[in-house]
């Protein structure tokens, strides 16, 4: 009868038949010339630990570098930045099973936190366990972007204006809100480039410098989009990399329209009538206060038809209806007056009203829409 016992290649014990465990995975080291339990452990190391770990942190907003880039770890504190680098730093002998550890944080001074690690696992069905210490500096820095915006870095400005009139204050607050919804969506993703440098209202409207031209870019859209007009760019050559390529910063124009919905125009030498302008988008669009039809400006003409403001829906008063005329006409109460005055009769009035909002203007007075928008 043959013995098939294996025997220890460095001391001569016998090993026990492993050829059906994991002794035979490849990746296991020592798997080619299986050791006894006792020559094994004496090579063996639970886990391999670094003797120091140094992490840069950020002073100003609490990022850590690694690698070669900072990245933003949502830490609540740097003990908490301790763990994680310390977590990624070790590593278990890949024989262990059954691996079980937790750490213990040590503060020593506010620069250095001694992190007290334990394992415990099996292997070759023997429980071991094993305790490290590993020593964390902090070494607080600036990162580029906090560096960036000390430095009131910019590569890109947003002018917000407006055509023959001042942004509203409303426009202006939109466009910071747009701003910073914009930058905290790209933040979101990982853009640590994303940030505003300044904001600064002007006498004719809103300066706003920001860190790149795609966030510019953005800005400018958005503001076209929600409330109409026109953008226009323009770069100016300020320096050139390491690389020696040229670097250009973008200055975005946003022109927004001379009307805004609301506000009521009376068209030069068009002769129909006052309109409420509904949209600025586009063609200007709004509501003749004379008879209800729709308006819309042509293609030449844009969203600023030649026309002069009479004022806005926020400028209109309540007034009594005397009564109803015809299907054309209706006698309403001169607000200063008090005087009974018949005006046309647009068809957004209702027959049963009572009372009226009515705009007094140089052009006459005029029923507006109870909604104010002139839709219904």
Not at 12 to 39: I, N, Q, T
Not at 179 to 206: H, Q, S, Y
Not at 345 to 372: C, M, Q, W
């Amino acid at each position: 009868m043959t013995d098939t016992r294996a025997f220890c290649p460095r001391c001569g014990a016998p090993v026990p038949d492993r050829s059906e465990s994991d002794a035979s995975d490849p990746l296991r080291p020592g798997a080619e010339v299986d050791l006894c339990d006792a020559c094994y452990f004496d090579d063996f190391e639970f886990v391999d630990a670094p003797d120091r770990i140094d992490v840069r942190v950020c002073s100003q907003c609490g990022a850590v570098h690694r690698g070669r880039r900072w990245v933003d770890v949502g830490a609540k504190d740097y003990t908490d930045v301790a763990i994680d680098e310390v977590s990624e730093a070790l590593a278990v002998h890949v024989d262990v099973e059954d691996v079980a550890w937790q750490v213990e944080p040590e503060e020593v001074d506010q620069n250095t936190i001694r992190m007290h690690c334990y394992f415990t696992g099996v292997v070759r069905g023997t429980p071991v366990e094993e305790q490290v210490t590993v020593p964390v500096k902090i070494s607080r820095q600036t990162c580029t972007r906090c560096g960036r915006i000390a430095g009131d870095y910019y590569a890109s400005i947003v002018q917000i204006r407006a055509e023959d009139r001042t942004p509203s204050s409303e426009e202006l607050e939109r466009a910071k809100e747009i701003a910073e919804r914009i930058v905290a969506d790209m933040e979101a993703t990982g853009d640590r480039n994303a940030f505003i440098t300044e904001t600064n209202e002007t006498p004719d409207g809103l300066n706003m410098r920001v860190s790149t031209n795609k966030i510019g870019k953005k800005i400018a859209n958005k503001m076209v989009e929600e409330f109409g007009g026109t953008v226009t760019d323009a770069e100016t050559l300020v320096t050139e990399d390491s690389d020696g390529n040229e670097v250009y910063r973008v200055t975005f124009a946003v022109r927004l329209p001379p009307y805004v919905p609301g506000d009521v125009i009376e068209l030069k030498d068009d002769g129909d009538g006052p309109v409420l302008v509904r949209s600025a988008h586009g063609n200007l669009k709004g509501t003749r206060l004379t008879t209800g039809e729709r308006y819309e400006a042509s293609y030449e003409e844009g969203n600023s038809p030649d026309a002069r403001r009479l004022g806005d829906v926020d400028d209109a008063v309540e007034t009594t209806v005397v009564t109803v005329e015809d299907e054309n006409a209706v006698q309403v109460l001169d607000p200063e007056t008090y005087q009974a005055k018949t005006i046309a009769r647009p068809d957004y009035f209702a027959p049963d009203a009572e009372t009226v909002p009515v705009l007094k203007s140089r052009a006459g007075l005029h029923i507006l829409p109870d909604n104010g928008t002139g839709n219904g």
